[in-house]
């Protein structure tokens, strides 16, 4: 399937991440097999698209993304399928089916270390995520972030000027930038060798709170491991660590004084089992194995041909089901004083467990619930 084909998919009504990635794993042929899989709303806008393009509002669709992809050579619609394609992506249980991608392709073919934290971090926090980003850039790596105050664009940067590679993912279109305090870093990423703006929602879309946890996902799935600079006990950085552990990826954090309330996050992180990191080396040692699966770039219409073979299996993540569209709050009404277990709210809210995590720390970090001995109650009243 070419990019035509899934920015349609992604349009139809109806569909999300999840189910688009369920369809796909059975290897449907286009159109005929997407037709007879898709919900009755959904295919009934692509056969209008596919016998009177003209009367459909995906045709406009289509050419604005295929004129922005041709306005400059380096832009891209990525896809399943795509030379650039990462297949780490892949692996996640809801990868996105189209990535606009802006800058240098050749940084997907590196090895990816994620990089996120607070958004105000002490100065010895602003020194560790500079330190750490120049060191891997310096080793061939590339980080990866998502572009945000703080932490994430001291990171991102410190790896461009170590003349390293960085990619940030989009928490909106990849024509809207967001924070706009950050249109310089925006337009090195786009610009500089190495650098690289990635987005999955559609031109013209602005940044909504909703998108930042699920832009996570792509930070992290990106990556061979997170490293935690410095977060808070309620950080939204916690949304990323719990992503990696979900995806099968390794976690780090770097310690700090416990009267540093700017790193209990990260305290709490190598409580629960994270990986120590007091310096580039011991990540390293952690995943320079997988890292060293990744093969040298090989051009490809003047770009870089994304790492195409592993060497390595890496753990699947599981399956989702179909549904997708409930709201967080519907968690709420499972959730009282006494502690229910996180299976017990699967079974009851008809979710996988990857989508009740993800939406239980939304919750948490709004505090309308916590995680206890023997599961989660709710700390806002009905």
């Known amino acids: 399937m070419q990019a035509t084909e899934w920015l349609v998919l992604n349009a139809l009504p109806g569909l999300g991440t999840q189910r688009i990635a369920r369809l796909a794993e059975q290897s449907p042929e286009w159109p005929g097999g997407w037709l007879a899989l898709l ?27 295929l004129a922005w992809e041709a306005a400059s050579s380096r832009r891209a619609l990525l896809h399943p399928g795509h030379s650039a394609w990462p297949d780490l992506l892949g692996e996640i249980a809801d990868p996105p089916p189209v990535l606009w991608a802006q800058g240098d392709l050749a940084a997907l073919s590196l090895p990816g270390l994620a990089m996120v934290g607070t958004r105000h971090p002490t100065s010895e926090g602003a020194q560790n995520a500079q330190a750490f980003a120049r060191d ?57 060798s190495g650098g690289l703006v990635l987005a999955e929602h559609p031109l013209g879309t602005q940044a909504r709170p909703a998108f930042f946890p699920r832009r996570n996902r792509i930070v992290t799935g990106l990556s061979l491991g997170t490293l935690v600079v410095e977060a ?12 990696a552990l979900e995806q099968g990826r390794e976690l780090f954090a770097i310690p700090s004084s416990v009267h540093n309330l700017q790193a209990h996050g990260c305290l709490r992180l190598l409580r629960n089992g994270a990986t120590l990191a007091r310096s580039s080396q011991d990540i390293l040692d952690e995943l320079q194995h997988w890292a060293e699966t990744f093969m040298p770039p090989v051009p490809v219409n ?12 890496r753990p699947q993540a599981a399956p989702l089901p179909l549904r997708e569209e409930e709201l967080p709050d519907e968690l709420l009404g499972l959730l009282g004083e006494a502690p229910m277990p996180i299976d017990r709210l699967v079974q009851l809210a008809d979710i996988a467990v990857s989508e009740c995590q993800r939406r239980l720390l939304m919750l948490e ?18």
């Open 136 to 192: 891997f850039a310096s080793r061939g790596w590339c980080v990866v972030s998502g572009m945000a105050l703080g932490v994430d664009a001291m990171a991102q940067r410190a790896a461009l000027d170590a003349g390293g590679a960085s990619i940030a993912v989009l928490a909106s279109g990849i024509d809207s930038i967001y924070p706009a305090r950050h249109r310089d870093l925006y337009q090195r990423l786009s610009d500089t």
């Open 302 to 313: 003047g770009q870089s041909k994304a790492a195409a073979e592993r060497m390595h299996t």
């Open 232 to 243: 808070a006990e309620k950080s939204g950085s916690l949304v990323s660590a719990r992503l």
């Open 365 to 382: 970090l709004d505090n309308h619930v916590e995680q206890r001995s023997g599961g989660w109650v709710r700390l806002t009243k009905p």
């Open 39 to 65: 919900p009755r709303q959904a295919a009934s806008e692509l056969r209008l698209w596919l016998d009177h393009p003209g009367r459909s509002p995906l045709q406009s669709m289509l050419e604005n993304n």
